[in-house]
């Protein structure tokens, strides 16, 4: 007959627990941050606490004390039971943030604490090697003193026995992070902090102001499908980074959690100048509280990339995409480009099958020589008319007033194509269409001509590394479009119009080349001979 009893046992954890809470692998400033936090949470309200961070290098000693409410007696006794916090909706809601960070910065440590009003202080000592030989989790010393002053109150934490070295440059390194992880508090003037008498100062970001007056900062409030709201700002670096510092600064509870954390987008050099702050107030973290629960639901519900953050984020992707892309675009690609505009005017000029395009009474011209039997072929009649499709008009480009006359380079064309009888002005400009759908744009109007507009947003813009035959393709397809609308003929012959001009054009730079290439060779060829003649009169003179 089988017999079951029941028995209690003790599951008291083991002393080694208490050293062991240390090694999860906190930096330096991490454990300094989570004595930060402890000392936040205790702010008055209406008041700006104040945090001073000593790192004391010639006594090996570290303290973090700050002026806040301070801790009564159970307070006090209840800060060094693992697991235990009363705190709700605050940055140390675990009940392990201050055991967890002072164990792994050293050996011993010392809370010493008191609350206004009240004339005691509390001290409490924590020494790993008296505990590992004789702590017990149900009995240990807290020291009382009586008769301190009523008006003061604060906390302090002093660690001892440190588990590294302070460095001559740590205070610095500290404070550079302190003032990026609890920038918030900091700009809202509800905490100053300290480390070594040197104030936590966040630096501040060099934004794109004209992205959104005044200062580059687009604030945002978002209610999201679980009914939760996020809020914080956006906006874009003035100079992206190309080391990876750029994206989203999350904060939870004014603590930060993530740097440069690429939510709403995916990284790309095209979005290093996306930066910001996102407050999760909502979402759940880690016990270290170092990073976000990634499988929890409230956290996937903004990193999806098909939800609303996501959705929101689009139009600032396109901004910086069109940012990074406007810089691709140098003056050389400018003056490139214009140097195959005329190209495609001379081709044009040369292209006898584009007049009936031009001029409508080619057309009737053309079908009365077929009607006279005149033996005539169509690009007969067409190559016979005199008339040009092309003109070009130079203008001086205005020059410093100690400049007679203007040069070469500083002559402006405007080119003009005639179009069913109409004369046409041809422009280009590489432009952010707000798109990703269409390759070009174009504006016709009689007074401003044809103005085409290259898509740099268009995903074929940043596939390719030559924008210059880039702009030329759409130059040449949108007054192939222009010729087919204005003279309503079938949109099937824009294919041939456009390849006819590209082409053309294609071979006027050929023989452009092949000419620059002879001048260079016959310039080559001519200085050879002259050195060859002054050598041989230097030989003469010398011989003479």
Same mark, same amino acid.
């Given at each position: 007959?089988?017999?079951?009893?029941?028995?209690?046992?003790?599951?008291?954890?083991?002393?080694?627990?208490?050293?062991?809470?240390?090694?999860?692998? +906190? &930096?330096? =400033?991490?454990?300094?941050? @989570?004595?930060?936090?402890?000392? %936040?949470?205790?702010?008055?309200? /209406?008041?700006?606490?104040?945090?001073?961070?000593?790192?004391?290098?010639?006594?090996?000693?570290?303290?973090?004390?700050?002026?806040?409410?301070?801790?009564?007696?159970?307070?006090?006794?209840?800060?060094?039971?693992?697991?235990?916090?009363?705190?709700?909706?605050?940055?140390?809601?675990?009940?392990?943030?201050?055991?967890?960070?002072?164990?792994?910065?050293?050996?011993?440590?010392?809370?010493?604490?008191?609350?206004?009003?009240?004339?005691?202080?509390?001290?409490?000592?924590?020494?790993?090697?008296?505990?590992?030989?004789?702590?017990?989790?149900?009995?240990?010393?807290?020291?009382?003193?009586?008769?301190?002053?009523?008006? +003061? &109150?604060? =906390?302090?934490?002093?660690? @001892?026995?440190?588990?590294?070295? %302070?460095?001559?440059?740590?205070? /610095?390194?500290?404070?550079?992070?302190?003032?990026?992880?609890?920038?918030?508090?900091?700009?809202?003037?509800?905490?100053?902090?300290?480390?070594?008498?040197?104030?936590?100062?966040?630096?501040?970001?060099?934004?794109?102001?004209?992205?959104?007056?005044?200062?580059?900062?687009?604030?945002?409030?978002?209610?999201?499908?679980?009914?939760?709201?996020?809020?914080?700002?956006?906006?874009?670096?003035?100079?992206?980074?190309?080391?990876?510092?750029?994206?989203?600064?999350?904060?939870?509870?004014?603590?930060?959690?993530?740097?440069?954390?690429?939510?709403?987008?995916?990284?790309?050099?095209?979005?290093?100048?996306?930066?910001?702050?996102?407050?999760?107030?909502?979402?759940?973290?880690?016990?270290?509280?170092?990073?976000?629960i990634q499988e929890s639901p409230l956290y996937q519900e903004i990193v999806n990339t098909e939800g609303l953050f996501f959705s929101f984020m689009r139009d600032l992707v396109r901004e910086a995409r069109s940012t990074v892309r406007k810089t691709q675009i140098g003056q050389d690609v400018v003056d490139k480009l214009e140097v195959q505009k005329e190209s495609i005017m001379k081709a044009i000029k040369k292209i006898p099958e584009l007049k009936e395009y031009a001029f409508p009474d080619l057309i009737e011209q053309i079908k009365a020589k077929r009607d006279n039997h005149e033996g005539l072929t169509d690009l007969e009649i067409e190559k016979r008319d005199q008339r040009d499709m092309v003109t070009i008009e130079e203008d001086p480009v205005p020059q410093d007033k100690n400049e007679r006359r203007p040069n070469k380079s500083h002559i402006r064309k405007t080119y003009y194509i005639t179009v069913n009888g109409k004369k046409f002005?041809?422009?280009?400009?590489?432009?952010?269409?707000?798109?990703?759908?269409?390759?070009?744009?174009?504006?016709?109007?009689?007074?401003?001509?044809?103005?085409?507009?290259?898509?740099?947003?268009?995903?074929?813009?940043?596939?390719?590394?030559?924008?210059?035959?880039?702009?030329?393709?759409?130059?040449?397809?949108?007054?192939?479009?222009?010729?087919?609308?204005?003279?309503?003929?079938?949109?099937?012959?824009?294919?041939?119009?456009?390849?006819?001009?590209?082409?053309?054009?294609?071979?006027?730079?050929?023989?452009?080349?092949?000419?620059?290439?002879?001048?260079?060779?016959?310039?080559?060829?001519?200085?050879?001979?002259?050195?060859?003649?002054?050598?041989?009169?230097?030989?003469?003179?010398?011989?003479?």
């Open positions: 007959m089988t017999n079951v009893q029941k028995k209690e046992i003790n599951i008291l954890p083991d002393r080694s627990l208490m050293p062991k809470i240390g090694q999860t692998g +906190y &930096s330096i =400033t991490q454990a300094i941050s @989570e004595l930060v936090d402890n000392s %936040i949470d205790a702010r008055e309200d /209406g008041k700006t606490i104040n945090i001073e961070v000593i790192l004391d290098q010639k006594k090996g000693v570290v303290e973090v004390s700050d002026d806040g409410v301070g801790m009564d007696e159970d307070t006090a006794a209840n800060s060094m039971r693992l697991a235990h916090s009363a705190k709700i909706n605050k940055l140390g809601e675990f009940g392990l943030g201050l055991k967890t960070a002072a164990t792994s910065l050293g050996k011993k440590f010392l809370i010493i604490t008191s609350r206004g009003g009240s004339d005691e202080e509390y001290t409490i000592a924590y020494n790993e090697k008296e505990w590992l030989e004789k702590g017990d989790w149900t009995r240990h010393e807290m020291e009382i003193k009586s008769g301190v002053g009523r008006d +003061y &109150s604060g =906390t302090t934490i002093r660690i @001892e026995d440190l588990s590294f070295k %302070i460095y001559p440059n740590l205070s /610095g390194n500290i404070r550079k992070e302190l003032a990026i992880r609890f920038a918030p508090f900091i700009e809202n003037g509800e905490a100053v902090i300290k480390v070594n008498t040197k104030w936590c100062i966040p630096e501040p970001l060099e934004l794109k102001t004209d992205y959104h007056l005044p200062d580059g900062k687009e604030p945002f409030q978002l209610k999201l499908e679980s009914g939760n709201e996020i809020w914080g700002w956006r906006g874009l670096l003035r100079k992206g980074s190309d080391k990876g510092e750029y994206g989203f600064r999350v904060f939870r509870r004014g603590r930060l959690i993530m740097q440069f954390a690429k939510i709403g987008f995916n990284p790309h050099p095209e979005a290093r100048q996306i930066t910001g702050e996102i407050h999760l107030d909502h979402v759940p973290v880690t016990h270290n509280k170092r990073e976000f002005k041809v422009l280009h400009s590489f432009v952010d269409l707000k798109t990703d759908d269409v390759l070009k744009d174009k504006n016709v109007d009689e007074e401003t001509g044809i103005h085409v507009f290259t898509n740099i947003s268009f995903p074929g813009f940043a596939n390719t590394k030559d924008h210059v035959f880039y702009g030329t393709w759409n130059i040449a397809e949108a007054i192939a479009e222009v010729m087919v609308e204005q003279n309503k003929r079938p949109t099937e012959e824009i294919i041939k119009i456009r390849d006819l001009i590209l082409k053309r054009s294609a071979e006027i730079v050929r023989e452009l080349d092949d000419v620059e290439r002879d001048k260079k060779e016959a310039d080559r060829l001519k200085k050879a001979y002259e050195e060859t003649l002054q050598k041989i009169k230097t030989a003469e003179d010398k011989d003479s």
